[in-house]
């Protein structure tokens, strides 16, 4: 490429300082345009419903960089403005300064957003939701000694608030619509530790409940209506329902967007010249072989390293399995793989779930699709090899603590 090409990333968070990082690494020297709508520097979300939350952390602590390395590196920063028009025959964006830039090469990082839910009092001031540093502050001033608190949703981001909520002194009730907390992410031989563990440290969990109303008095909310008219009382609310992939800008320009932004393995778009990462890429997986799209901290990280690479004209492939993490009380866990409900046959656990330190397998006939470690460390790389070698395991050394997991 040459110097006087630019380069447009839209998205400021994670994944777009790491693009910008990578094309300075892999010898890009035109110029690099990072634009962002928060006013904040780029930083990473995990913080947010953990140690942020809790206090416990700086957001310096959590940026991707401090604001001399953008100088140093000839990152331009367009912090807090928003792009409101992407034209991809001309090549150029529009911004909600007034201004018009146009791009070279454009990568796509622009995220998720916070799902709402659509029933009464759902607007009113004390009910949050987490995507932003600011979301994040506004919950913790909400989380006095003795506050209650109402999550509804036990996903991820919901089962973090209340495990952090919990531990500064509020009383936490998790309202979830399933059977279980994480079900459809972990199935019910696991999600049920996720259950055990709240349970044990006071979380307060309501399943197979709906969400009525949010019922707000003089501008306060006062608690949640249910479905079966049950009122649970509340202070404040968190709604963590899921998040929404950013494809606005994506579908209004024409690109193929159908669960996220379609790109294939080197993350380019159907338009040659522009690119997606992170929550809004549903991308194509060598080693799957198919498409997915994963909302995780791993892909903001990683994928942008393969996104320069192909946006510099070069072959590049992102076949990284997926991984999360989480902490919560006294659990710390790491996924790696990819597990939709029905794909699997049985679940083989290796240690002891009573402790919660224990390994648990997803298998399809003897098959590992995926593994999850629970306060068990430094397992990574072996869980990964037995997942992408594709061949069968015996289950009974599997679940064999006394069979290491290389001679598998």
Do not use: C
């Not at 040459?2 to 690494?25: C, H, M, Q, W, Y």
């Not at 953990?50 to 957001?59: C, F, M, Q, T, V």
């Not at 249910?226 to 998040?243: F, M, R, S, T, Y």
């Not at 080693?287 to 590049?316: C, F, Y």
């Amino acid at each position: 490429m040459a110097a006087s090409d630019t380069f447009v990333i839209v998205g400021a968070g994670l994944a777009g300082a790491k693009a910008a990082e990578a094309l300075r690494e892999q010898g890009f020297d035109g110029r690099v345009v990072l634009v962002g709508a928060e006013v904040h520097l780029p930083y990473e979300r995990p913080p947010l419903s953990k140690d942020y939350l809790a206090g416990n952390a700086e957001r310096s602590s959590f940026e991707v960089h401090d604001e001399a390395w953008y100088t140093d590196h000839a990152i331009e920063l367009r912090l807090g403005v928003e792009v409101l028009g992407l034209d991809t025959a001309a090549h150029e964006l529009q911004l909600s300064d007034g201004t018009e830039l146009s791009y070279t090469k454009l990568l796509l990082a622009t995220g998720s957003s916070a799902r709402k839910l659509p029933v009464p009092g759902a607007d009113a001031d004390a009910v949050h939701h987490l995507r932003t540093v600011g979301d994040s502050e506004r919950i913790k001033d909400a989380l006095t000694d003795g506050a209650r608190l109402v999550v509804i949703g036990a996903g991820w981001i919901g089962l973090e608030v209340a495990a952090t909520a919990r531990q500064s002194g509020a009383s936490v009730t998790v309202l979830e619509t399933a059977e279980l907390p994480l079900l459809r992410v972990l199935g019910p031989e696991v999600a049920a530790v996720f259950a055990d563990l709240h349970r044990e440290n006071g979380v307060e969990l309501r399943f197979s409940v709906g969400t009525e109303e949010i019922i707000v008095a003089d501008g306060a909310v006062t608690g949640v209506k249910l479905a079966d008219g049950d009122v649970v009382p509340a202070d404040a609310v968190l709604v963590a329902v899921g998040a929404a992939p950013n494809t606005g800008l994506a579908e209004e320009a024409g690109l193929t967007v159908d669960n996220g932004v379609v790109v294939d393995a080197g993350l380019r778009s159907s338009d040659p010249d522009v690119y997606a990462v992170g929550d809004i890429a549903n991308a194509m997986h060598p080693l799957l072989g198919r498409h997915i799209r994963v909302e995780h901290w791993a892909n903001a990280l990683n994928q942008p390293a393969v996104a320069a690479t192909s946006m510099l004209g070069k072959d590049a492939a992102y076949d990284e399995l997926p991984y999360f993490f989480t902490d919560q009380f006294d659990l710390g866990m790491e996924y790696l793989g990819l597990v939709d409900p029905g794909e699997y046959d049985r679940v083989v656990f290796r240690g002891d779930t009573a402790t919660r330190e224990f390994i648990a397998f997803w298998l399809s006939g003897n098959r590992i699709l995926a593994g999850m470690n629970v306060n068990v460390w430094d397992v990574g790389d072996p869980i990964k090899a037995l997942i992408r070698s594709g061949k069968e395991v015996d289950p009974d050394r599997l679940a064999d603590t006394d069979v290491p997991l290389e001679q598998l």
